[in-house]
């Protein structure tokens, strides 16, 4: 499942055109994609334009008025892209939003996705603080570790209303950077730190995976398939899942085990 970093990629293929109408709104009526939406309602959108757009966590919000907002998950397996006027419709793709200079498409084979209508000022008013926030403050990590004084660390990082957007990779790769195993309860847990090993690699994927590319892969952000530019070598995540893969640090084969109902990966010798 796509996590922030991925999800803000995805975000900025639709920015690129802020501004522009739509001009006609195609959907495929008995898709999963609208089970919080019934597919009819998104005609509305017709005449509207784009105004602006943000990511929170796993989530993204286009405003096309004041009061009127799409909000859209990805699922395991969505993608948005665009396409120049006159692009005709391919298999899978549940919505696309015809503006006066392209084509805005959510593609998503397995249908994890999903996408909803708000009619309000803002949906997203009260969502907890993201990882890469001003709010996100070692005061805020240390109300979360005293929250969750047994939670496992892993299970935290997983928690979208205590990091939201961290994801399995992004939670393996804090935990190896704290040298934690990722099943120690967050009660022993310095806030100070955490917080830093968090918005260290939250900033690292936003600059690796949003920055330096312009489209998701042809499979949209499946498993192993989540662009062309990911993470440098001595990050955790390009050896987590290789066959025979090694901790970039000691070169210890690394363990695997499922933690937090995930399958989980860690250096046995640094994450002791």
Request: glycine residues 6%.
């Amino acid at each position: 499942m796509p996590e922030l970093a991925e999800v803000e990629l995805a975000r900025r293929q639709w920015a690129t055109f802020h501004g522009d109408t739509i001009i006609d709104v195609d959907v495929h009526s008995k898709a999963r994609i609208y089970r919080d939406c019934p597919s009819p309602a998104l005609r509305i959108l017709k005449g509207k334009p784009l105004l602006s757009s943000r990511a929170h966590g796993k989530r993204m919000l286009f405003t096309f008025a004041p009061k009127l907002h799409l909000e859209v998950h990805l699922g395991m397996s969505g993608k948005l892209a665009t396409e120049p006027l006159g692009y005709q419709e391919q298999k899978h793709d549940h919505l696309i939003l015809h503006t006066t200079k392209a084509a805005l498409i959510f593609n998503d084979y397995r249908m994890f996705g999903r996408v909803m209508l708000h009619d309000c000022g803002d949906p997203w008013s009260n969502f907890p603080p993201q990882p890469q926030d001003s709010k996100f403050s070692t005061v805020h990590v240390r109300k979360l570790i005293k929250r969750h004084p047994k939670k496992p660390l892993k299970a935290l990082l997983l928690d979208q209303n205590a990091c939201p957007g961290i994801g399995n990779w992004m939670a393996d790769e804090i935990c190896w950077r704290l040298g934690m195993h990722p099943g120690i309860v967050t009660g022993t847990l310095e806030a100070a730190t955490l917080r830093k090993e968090i918005r260290f690699v939250t900033f690292g994927a936003l600059k690796h995976v949003a920055e330096k590319n312009t489209t998701a892969s042809s499979d949209g952000f499946a498993p192993g398939s989540y662009v062309a530019n990911v993470p440098p070598k001595n990050w955790l995540f390009q050896h987590r899942w290789k066959k025979g893969g090694t901790c970039p640090k000691c070169k210890t084969a690394l363990a695997r085990d499922t933690i937090a109902s995930r399958t989980t990966a860690w250096c046995p010798n640094c994450q002791s």
